[in-house]
């Protein structure tokens, strides 16, 4: 592990280099991360344990923000990273300014090829990176990300806010993009953390950084990304709705959509486990670690999965089996284990949760519909009212649920899904009379 390391202001002539931090294992295959806008490297604390076993995890600040200095080169001439600028205007070239710094950076540290992964405009710069130099990264993690951040003038209106007020002024209201409510109750010190990092970031840094996202548009070059990527959203995010990840899923040919349920903006701060979870799978398949094979190469002649291990797939299996069914479901399962069902609960942890479930292959939605259609299908009815409220969580509304059950009357028989509709319905009305605070 080493500690920070300031930005080298000159290091390459004219650019910026960033400031960063590395972890985790430090002969490991890179992993570079990149902070949401108004945040430090520091967002990335919840993961670095876990993303940092056997990879050497290198984290960057934008300009201005946390350990990288606001400008390199000449003040007073325009752009990202160039110093203060009068007034504000789209920089279009902005965000291929951030992903040129992030190469040098790759360079200084005598990194080659990379994974990559971000959160929201880290995640623009990952994209970037995967368009234009597919050469030097192996797979790209877009987190709370999107190919267009919305109409620039409300991105120049901030800039040009921010450097009339600074960007403290913007603490009031990034909590309600940033955090659900939830987190904001449960974890106030963190929340603080995060804020005083927006408080403490460079006026004309963070500026320069909204002119980027102003002049950003990637999606008419999304068809031309061919690195693998991963795209996770959280469904509860105002700044980069789950639509945006859609977008990005749909444009980009072979990408996995992860939609992760109480989650805003910083997902990786409000859900570490499922995303920590989605990503690991994600990297194991198309950035495997040396002597770990990835997924094309991980089939034994008898089919079983050998991409991790037992206790990697445990842990993984676990965290999504949480996201999926809840909190109260698990906990609720895990005090009723007995020496009967231990080894069988280990079981579908590490085999249902931890090799089907994490698979990047299909989204969760996806896998719902499928999976309440085999529960109809086998009669396991026991199953089956689990896995309505896991569809909801998973995305899918009521009426998709419907269609579901629908579909399963042709092809499963009138009965079987005359059953399933009792199910879903009381299973939906208990939940109705729960948030009415019935008893």
């Known amino acids: 592990m080493s500690g920070p390391s300031p930005a080298g202001n000159g290091a390459t002539a004219g650019r910026w280099l960033p400031g960063h931090r590395m972890d985790g294992a430090p002969h490991g295959p890179a992993l570079l991360l990149g902070p949401s806008l108004g945040t430090s490297l520091g967002v990335w604390d919840e993961l670095v344990a876990v993303l940092g076993s056997g990879r050497r995890v290198i984290r960057y600040d934008l300009p201005g923000h946390g350990r990288s200095a606001a400008t390199a080169g000449t003040p007073g001439t325009g752009g990202v990273g160039t110093g203060a600028v009068p007034g504000a205007a789209a920089d279009p070239e902005g965000v291929a300014k951030l992903a040129r710094g992030v190469l040098d950076l790759a360079d200084t540290l005598g990194v080659d090829r990379f994974a990559y992964a971000g959160i929201s405009l880290g995640g623009a710069i990952g994209l970037y990176l995967a368009r234009h130099h597919p050469d030097r990264v192996a797979s790209v993690a877009a987190v709370c990300s999107s190919a267009h951040f919305g109409p620039p003038a409300g991105w120049l209106e901030r800039a040009s806010a921010v450097r009339r007020h600074g960007t403290a002024s913007l603490t009031g209201t990034a909590a309600a993009r940033w955090f659900t409510p939830a987190l904001s109750a449960r974890a106030p010190e963190r929340v603080a953390e995060l804020l005083g990092d927006l408080a403490a970031a460079d006026d004309a840094g963070?500026?320069?950084?909204?002119?980027?996202?102003?002049?950003?548009?990637?999606?008419?070059?999304?068809?031309?990304?061919?690195?693998?990527?991963?795209?996770?959203?959280?469904?509860?995010?105002?700044?980069?709705?789950?639509?945006?990840?859609?977008?990005?899923?749909?444009?980009?040919?072979?990408a996995t959509l992860v939609e992760l349920a109480d989650a805003a903006h910083l997902a990786p701060v409000e859900q570490p486990a499922a995303v920590a979870a989605a990503m690991t799978a994600f990297l194991d398949q198309h950035s495997p670690l040396p002597g770990r094979p990835g997924a094309a190469e991980s089939r034994r002649p008898d089919g079983w999965a050998t991409r991790v291990g037992d206790a990697e797939r445990y842990a993984a299996g676990m965290a999504v089996r949480r996201v999926v069914l809840g909190d109260a479901h698990v906990d609720a399962a895990t005090a009723a284990l007995t020496p009967l069902t231990a080894d069988f609960q280990d079981l579908i942890t590490r085999y249902a949760w931890g090799e089907i479930w994490t698979r990047p292959g299909l989204d969760r939605r996806t896998r719902s519909v499928i999976t309440l259609t085999a529960l109809v299908a086998g009669g396991h009815h026991n199953e089956l009212a689990m896995h309505v409220r896991a569809a909801l969580r998973n995305g899918l509304t009521r009426d998709e649920i419907a269609e579901v059950l629908l579909q399963t009357a042709i092809y499963c028989g009138v009965p079987a899904a005359n059953t399933a509709f009792a199910i879903a319905r009381d299973t939906l009305a208990a939940l109705d009379a729960a948030a009415d605070g019935q008893p």
């Open 206 to 254: 963070y500026a320069a950084c909204c002119e980027a996202l102003a002049g950003y548009d990637l999606r008419g070059e999304l068809d031309k990304i061919e690195v693998p990527v991963l795209v996770i959203a959280g469904r509860d995010d105002p700044a980069t709705p789950p639509a945006h990840a859609r977008v990005l899923a749909d444009g980009i040919r072979g």
